[in-house]
DNA sequence: CAGGGTTATGGTCGTGTCAACCAAAACCTC
DNA sequence: GAGGTTTTGGTTGACACGACCATAACCCTG
């Protein structure tokens, strides 16, 4: 009975479980953490885990992920929720099929997210103790959260997304302590200034300045997100728009 | 009823169906091509639709597009086979709920892709019929498709898939073209060139030239694919190595 | 209040890449 | 052989990048 494979018919489908799981990064004391749960029940019981839960089917996949977002962190109107990947090997969970659509929520750091709406217990834990493998993770989320870093690691430097992961009002070496923790690089701070505003409409100068630290320092300036736009074509050698040499 | 959300537990969970839809994007006649099937049932019955078919319970999410795939067009070993996205909307199938894991298979062109193994209706359609609505597609892949367009043009410009497009031995004019294709633009031969042969290891010199068309032209060189990377960290301003400036 | 420390911001400048263009080489057809 | 076409190599001005210096404006300590 293997007729209309290519057309698909719903019609004795093998039927699987479908979740939606939401990798929550944010910016805590200078470095990336994320938002794990505990499991309370088998398997992996005890185990740290990705938060997630079942789409439910009057429901879309984005507002599966919002909702289970609220949910978990009590955050609405996802500042920055993307969908990066779907995982469905037949063995990543123990009793039965279960396929994955992993999102990427990036939050500025909020007291308070560790206690969800739910009684299980949830924490903010460092990437890097992940990372290294001091933490292990329930299922193939070790697997997912390292393709979430990456994920947010290439948006970073295409994508205007590095806002999301300040406040609603911020200076530029928050900004670039942000492009430096992800990357784990150091960036000079005269030209990074000079980079990002350069880019017209993507930080906004407010008239204020942010009171110095207890290091002392210049004062310095605040600015607010504007549009978080997409780089535009890093296509080279364009021709400028009469002729053309070298055609076919 | 709402316990342990957080951490999925798959008794109870409500059903769907899940399936795996490949975007068969190929270059034929020096215009990029997609490749579809006519339906023969209904809903949407004798509309146009991007090629899948359901994931079985035993086969990971990239094995049933391989399986797709090799079922679709005969083609083995997929040369270059990603997942880009998953769509789930609950009106996106009159009939029930599905959630469908889309890829992108890019296939230099080959003859007798059209006929697949199946008795459906199979053809090789150029993208610019669909993109300006000349054929409406079933249920969503015009969706579908605009992204994995848009998807391979990024794709293109960070990463080396070009080279999926041409034949085992190409010239540079010909990887040009799928650029030029791909994103609708003129580029200089000679640039061009410079470019691609400056990313070492990414095309190899056979040490053969290519017989020139009709038109004439001198012989050009032909190459073959190389390793086909990951372009590296586009981050700028890191420092070199000693001191950091403007801290915290 | 003076001084040292720290951060933010602005400026400079050599190097390298990019893009536009030119020119020669090597083929085709007529 | 002439004219046309394509590939390939070369040149050159403009501009971005990266490294570094200098100054401004705060902190803290004495």
Redesign the interface.
């Known amino acids: 009975m293997v007729v ?7 019609h004795g ?7 939606v799981d939401v990798v929550v990064l944010t910016m805590s004391d ?1 470095r990336l953490h994320v938002l794990l ?1 505990r ?3 088998p398997p992996f019981e005890g185990m740290w ?1 990705i ?11 984005d507002e ?1 992920a919002q909702r ?1 977002l609220l ?2 962190t009590g955050v609405d109107g996802a500042s920055l929720l993307r ?1 990066f ?6 063995e990543r ?1 123990p ?5 994955t ?1 992993a999102y990427i929520a990036v939050l500025r750091d909020v007291q308070g997210i560790a206690g ?1 709406t ?1 009684a ?1 217990a ?1 924490a903010l834990v460092p990437l890097s103790q992940i990372l290294n493998g001091k933490i292990e993770l ?1 299922f193939d989320h070790a697997q997912i959260l390292r393709d979430a870093v990456e994920r947010v ?2 948006d970073l ?2 994508t205007g997304i590095a806002t999301a992961f300040v406040g609603p009002t911020f200076t530029l ?1 928050e900004l670039r ?1 942000v ?1 430096e923790e992800v ?1 784990g ?8 200034r000079r ?1 990002v505003l350069a880019e017209k409409g993507w930080v906004i100068s407010t008239g204020r300045r942010a009171r110095p ?1 207890p ?1 002392g320092g210049k004062p310095a300036e605040l600015y607010r997100a504007g549009r978080m736009w997409r780089h535009g ?7 400028p728009s009469g002729k ?5």
């Open positions: 209309e494979t290519t057309t698909y018919d719903p489908f093998p039927p699987f479980a479908v979740t200078g749960v499991r309370g029940v885990a938060p997630g839960g079942f789409k439910r089917p009057e429901e879309s996949l599966a289970e949910e978990e969908q990947g779907a995982y469905g090997d037949p969970d009793r039965m099929n279960v396929v659509i969800g739910d299980v949830a329930a690691r290439t430097a295409l070496a302590a492009y990357w690089v150091q960036l000079d701070a005269a030209n990074f980079s630290g290091e074509a890093p296509i080279r050698y364009a021709q053309r040499r070298g055609s076919k």
